[in-house]
């Protein structure tokens, strides 16, 4: 099994920053891609950002080049670093990750996903 956990959520002012960790632990896997996903009250779950194995980032149109993603590959963690930002930022984050169990014999890619964590952008 794989286990996805965020910290760095929390209350900022409008124009501040935040930066999100989220690690994996667990025991004989392989980390593929790893990212982030928010969900607003009564809205969809969107993409934030997503990092292959070679650093290739991807983001949602809504970050608008505020949000970095980077990850640690020695430390199973992924950041993002959140910069400028703006009450509709305002959700709760989760972080994502795409693993293979290296006791699975077929080494199937699978998806997890953290327990989410509340950044409330608010003066």
């Known amino acids: 099994q794989v286990r996805l956990v965020e910290s760095g959520g929390g209350l900022v002012q409008p124009g501040g920053s935040l930066r999100l960790s989220c690690e994996a632990s667990g025991s004989a896997f392989r980390l593929n891609a790893m990212g982030w996903y928010r969900q607003a009250p009564g809205k969809e779950r969107e993409l934030v950002a997503n990092i292959d194995n070679g650093r290739n980032t991807n983001y949602g149109d809504s970050v608008g080049g505020r949000f970095t993603i980077s990850r640690d590959n020695a430390k199973k963690t992924v950041y993002l670093q959140m910069n400028s930002l703006k009450p509709e930022d305002t959700a709760v984050y989760f972080c994502?990750?795409?693993?293979?169990?290296?006791?699975?014999?077929?080494?199937?890619?699978?998806?997890?996903w953290g327990q989410g964590t509340l950044v409330t952008v608010s003066s």
């Open positions: 994502n990750a795409r693993a293979v169990l290296l006791t699975d014999p077929y080494y199937r890619d699978r998806e997890v």
